[in-house]
Each structure stands twice: as structure tokens, then as C-alpha cells.
């Protein structure tokens, strides 16, 4: 009987024992739950600014903390880099100078606070940032994969009465349009255009908004255009002038089926 006790004591003892060690690695694994604290921190595949970026993190962002790296200073700013997991199971590196054990979420864009330039200009939350304004393939394939189209249609400068090109490049989610000025022999970025949602977009755009949630967020359209097949384009400009620069939303059957951004050709 006593030998029987004893035993039990021994199984109640390692079953104590494990429970310690699960609840330990538990608090361990919260412990190391940490957020990015400002917008387009860059996670990279390796702990090096030469490394090429994996996607953008946005502020607020929660991950999982992996490993820490070496100690390094960028921009005057001395900290490790951190090897982290995020929410979608992507794993990468990134600057631990902009990471924070807390995260206080901010107050959400509302219709009064919408800036219009800002969403031009960074309209992805959670991708690769745009490219710059020129036309480089090879650095576009390095950034976004090998394209699943590129299109090339010419078109006639009125100005000079040149032949300029237009050049689309399509990805699944999302197309570039460079406008090449064969006067200048350059490429300038005109369009972005947003096709699914397969990425996100500032202040919760998305595909399938009605036309009056849209007219909710922005107002009454700078231009309204009617397609054929009854889609109809609200278009809204950065300025009065209307030189170009600003946001469409392509409509059909009252829902957003297509989201362009523009530029200008300064």
C-alpha cells in the first residue's frame, strides 16, 4: 500500500513538473510576441540592407519573435536585427529599432481625416512598395516576380507629333502602366491599377464597395465616365488643376470592380 502511495506521489510530482515546464514555454512564447511601431518597416529574407525585401510591415502589425541577430547601426541608430514570424507565417528579418513590446491602436481613418495624396502615393498596406518613375524590367522581375503579361500598344504625341508607347505589365493582382516619351527616350509610371484583393489597400479600399460607400469616403467625382459594357469610372483629382495625379474606381453593377492610381508626367 505504502509502495503504491509512493508511486502515485512520483506520477503527481512529473505530472507537476510538466505542467511548469508547458506553462513556462507558454509565457515564453508570449514573451516574445512584439509589433512593428511605424508604417513600411521592411522585412527582408536576410538580417542585411542588401537583402531583398519580402513585403512591407505596417504599424501595429503583431509578430513572433524567432531569433535575435547581430547588433548593427542604420540611419545613426544602433539595434539588433530580429528574426520574426507574422500572422500570415511569413518569416524574415527586420530592423528591431522599430519594433515595441506594446502597441496602442490609433484612432481609424474617418471620412474627415482621408488624405488623398497619401493614398496615391503609399496605397499598399501590406505589399512591396511601388517602383520608382522609370522603367527598369529587370528591377520590376527582382521586386515582383516575373510578370504574367506585358503589353505594348503605341500612341501619338500630340505635341511634337512622335509616336510615344504605352506599356502595360500585368500581375495577377495588380498592373504598372509606363508611358515612354520617345523624344526624351524615357519611361515615366502612370498607372497603377488594383484588379483583386489579394492585397490590401489604405482605409479598408477593397473590391466589391458600393458606389455609395466610395461617394461616402470622397465626395461627389471630379469625372464620371460610362464604358460600353455599362461600368461606369468615378474619377477624383489631387488639385484643381487636375493634371492627372489622383484616384479611379471603376464600377459594375454597382460594385467596385477595379482600383487606379495615377501620376501625372511632371
Known amino acids: 500500500m505504502y509502495k503504491m ?29 512584439i509589433f512593428s511601431n511605424v508604417d513600411y518597416l521592411r522585412l527582408r529574407y536576410e538580417p542585411s540592407l542588401d537583402s531583398d525585401i519580402i513585403r512591407l510591415l505596417m504599424k501595429g502589425e503583431e509578430l513572433q519573435i524567432l531569433e535575435i541577430g547581430k547588433e548593427v547601426t542604420i540611419d545613426n541608430i544602433k539595434s539588433n536585427w530580429v528574426k520574426v514570424r507574422t ?33 496615391c502615393n503609399h496605397p499598399f498596406v501590406d505589399y512591396k512598395m511601388l517602383p520608382e518613375q522609370n522603367y527598369d524590367l529587370n528591377i520590376i522581375k527582382k521586386e515582383y516576380g516575373e510578370p504574367k503579361q506585358i503589353k505594348t500598344r503605341e500612341i501619338r504625341n500630340m505635341h511634337n507629333d512622335s509616336i510615344d508607347k504605352i506599356i502595360r505589365i500585368d500581375y ?7 508611358y515612354y516619351i520617345t523624344l526624351y527616350d524615357e519611361y515615366f509610371l502612370t498607372t497603377i491599377g488594383i484588379i483583386n484583393n489579394d492585397i490590401k489597400l489604405r482605409y479598408g479600399l477593397k473590391i466589391g464597395l458600393s458606389s455609395i460607400k466610395i461617394k461616402v469616403f470622397f465626395g461627389k467625382p471630379n469625372y464620371i465616365h460610362e464604358y460600353k459594357d455599362g461600368s461606369i469610372q468615378y474619377s ?31
Open 5 to 33: 502511495e509512493n508511486e502515485m506521489e512520483k506520477i503527481l510530482f512529473i505530472v507537476l513538473i510538466i505542467s511548469v515546464v508547458l506553462l513556462s514555454c507558454r509565457e515564453n512564447i508570449q514573451e516574445k510576441i
Open 87 to 119: 500572422k500570415e507565417q511569413q518569416i524574415g528579418w527586420c530592423f528591431g529599432a522599430y519594433l515595441s513590446k506594446k502597441y496602442r491602436e490609433e484612432e481609424k481613418n474617418t471620412v474627415e481625416n482621408i488624405n488623398l495624396e497619401d493614398l
Open 172 to 178: 495577377n493582382s495588380f498592373y504598372f502602366e509606363y
Open 236 to 266: 477624383y483629382s489631387l488639385n484643381p488643376e487636375n493634371d492627372g495625379k489622383g484616384v479611379s474606381f471603376i464600377f459594375h453593377e454597382d460594385k467596385v470592380k477595379r482600383i487606379i492610381f495615377s501620376n501625372n508626367l511632371d
